[in-house]
């Protein structure tokens, strides 16, 4: 089978494509033909080495941890899921097992291939609602997933202020439609591009990066983009009592913050106990949760795709079709 693969460490310009051996499902687990598939930070991180400390590479490596496609072979054990449904989901690939600290870890060979293989017990893979279209599907399983899961920790009620920033990536694209829909006055961050965008998706307010522009006494904050650095910047835009939910991987500490009068809520649900690859389905056959793919890319241009999403602004989420 061909895969899109890093054969050493460096920039995403160093991918190319490899034919590989076509991987077979053991106990447990599904072969699924890959139809759609996101890139994501991960996948640049990993090939530049930033996870060396953690999980060294053996090469090739495949990338690739959010899919949509079809089960195509199913190993002993399986009851879920049978040869010909429509799947989709999240999974890291193999080679980064130290870096899941999950009781149920949702793992691949690696989704920019034309099959990969997946563990099919995870609550991070669901069926495919057939009202969700593959491209969707493929986009949205982390920034669904994730959206779904900071507006139960912030518990917006109607009314309040949402401050969003970072809101032009794949979590935000899906949030500030939520944000909206219950209620929330939205204020996002974004280039002067984007504020069309934005409004439409939502935001009543659309700021430019500087902090120095950041609105003040809002009920949240969603911080999608901050390092742990610049949370207090954040922080100072809420009222006291606000909460400040962060995605940003670890945990921060409160003393971050500059201030004790709020409340910080941290996102990382690699079980799925917020909720999981169900829920999203549900939610985006219901028509309430999207999100907005910025470009999509032909898997022969894969390696410019990987290269696009990190070099370039993409409003949305980067899709590569097979």
Same mark, same amino acid.
């Given at each position: 089978?061909?895969?899109?693969?890093?054969?050493?460490?460096?920039? *995403?310009?160093?991918?190319?494509? &490899?034919?590989?051996?076509?991987?077979?499902?053991?106990?447990?687990?599904?072969?699924?033909?890959?139809?759609?598939?996101?890139?994501?930070?991960?996948?640049?991180?990993?090939?530049?080495?930033?996870?060396?400390?953690?999980?060294?590479?053996?090469? *090739?490596?495949?990338?690739?941890?959010?899919?949509?496609?079809?089960?195509?072979?199913?190993?002993?054990?399986?009851?879920?899921?049978?040869?010909?449904?429509?799947?989709?989901?999240? &999974?890291?690939?193999?080679?980064?097992?130290?870096?899941?600290?999950?009781?149920?870890?949702?793992?691949?060979?690696?989704?920019?291939?034309?099959?990969?293989?997946?563990?099919?017990?995870?609550?991070?893979?669901?069926?495919?609602?057939?009202?969700? *279209?593959?491209?969707?599907?493929?986009?949205?399983?982390?920034?669904?997933?994730? #959206?779904?899961?900071?507006?139960? @920790?912030?518990?917006?009620?109607?009314?309040?202020?949402?401050?969003?920033?970072?809101?032009?990536?794949?979590?935000?694209?899906?949030?500030?439609?939520?944000?909206?829909?219950?209620?929330?006055?939205?204020?996002?961050?974004? #280039?002067?591009?984007?504020?069309?965008?934005?409004?439409?998706?939502?935001?009543?307010?659309?700021?430019?990066?500087?902090? #120095?522009?950041?609105?003040?006494?809002?009920?949240?904050?969603?911080?999608?983009?901050?390092?742990?650095?610049?949370?207090?910047?954040?922080?100072?835009?809420?009222?006291?009592?606000?909460? @400040?939910?962060?995605?940003?991987?670890?945990? *921060?500490?409160?003393?971050?913050?500059?201030?004790?009068?709020?409340?910080?809520?941290?996102?990382?649900?690699?079980?799925?106990?917020?909720?999981?690859?169900?829920?999203?389905?549900?939610?985006?056959?219901?028509?309430?949760?999207?999100?907005?793919?910025?470009?999509?890319?032909?898997?022969?241009?894969?390696?410019?795709?990987?290269?696009?999403?990190?070099?370039?602004?993409?409003?949305?989420?980067?899709?590569?079709?097979?």
């Amino acid at each position: 089978m061909k895969a899109l693969v890093a054969t050493r460490y460096g920039e *995403p310009e160093q991918l190319s494509f &490899a034919d590989l051996d076509l991987p077979r499902p053991g106990p447990g687990q599904i072969q699924v033909k890959i139809a759609a598939a996101a890139i994501n930070p991960t996948d640049i991180r990993v090939i530049t080495g930033a996870y060396r400390g953690t999980a060294e590479l053996e090469f *090739p490596y495949v990338p690739g941890n959010e899919f949509a496609g079809t089960v195509t072979e199913v190993g002993a054990g399986v009851t879920d899921y049978q040869v010909g449904d429509e799947v989709f989901g999240q &999974a890291l690939p193999r080679q980064l097992r130290l870096v899941v600290a999950a009781r149920r870890p949702s793992l691949s060979t690696g989704a920019l291939a034309e099959y990969a293989v997946f563990e099919a017990s995870t609550p991070l893979l669901a069926h495919r609602p057939a009202a969700v *279209p593959v491209e969707q599907a493929a986009a949205l399983p982390i920034a669904g997933m994730t #959206a779904l899961g900071v507006m139960t @920790l912030a518990a917006i009620r109607p009314g309040e202020t949402a401050f969003v920033i970072g809101a032009t990536g794949g979590v935000g694209t899906a949030l500030v439609p939520l944000l909206a829909a219950a209620g929330a006055r939205v204020v996002a961050t974004g #280039a002067a591009t984007d504020h069309t965008v934005l409004r439409e998706l939502g935001a009543d307010e659309v700021l430019g990066y500087d902090a #120095a522009g950041y609105p003040s006494g809002v009920d949240a904050v969603f911080d999608l983009v901050l390092p742990h650095d610049r949370l207090s910047a954040a922080a100072a835009a809420l009222r006291p009592g606000g909460r @400040l939910v962060t995605i940003i991987y670890p945990e *921060p500490a409160k003393e971050l913050l500059g201030r004790d009068d709020v409340d910080l809520r941290y996102f990382m649900d690699m079980d799925g106990e917020i909720g999981g690859m169900r829920e999203v389905a549900e939610a985006a056959e219901r028509g309430v949760l999207s999100v907005r793919i910025a470009r999509r890319y032909r898997f022969e241009d894969a390696v410019e795709a990987a290269v696009t999403y990190a070099r370039e602004h993409n409003l949305g989420k980067v899709v590569v079709t097979m």
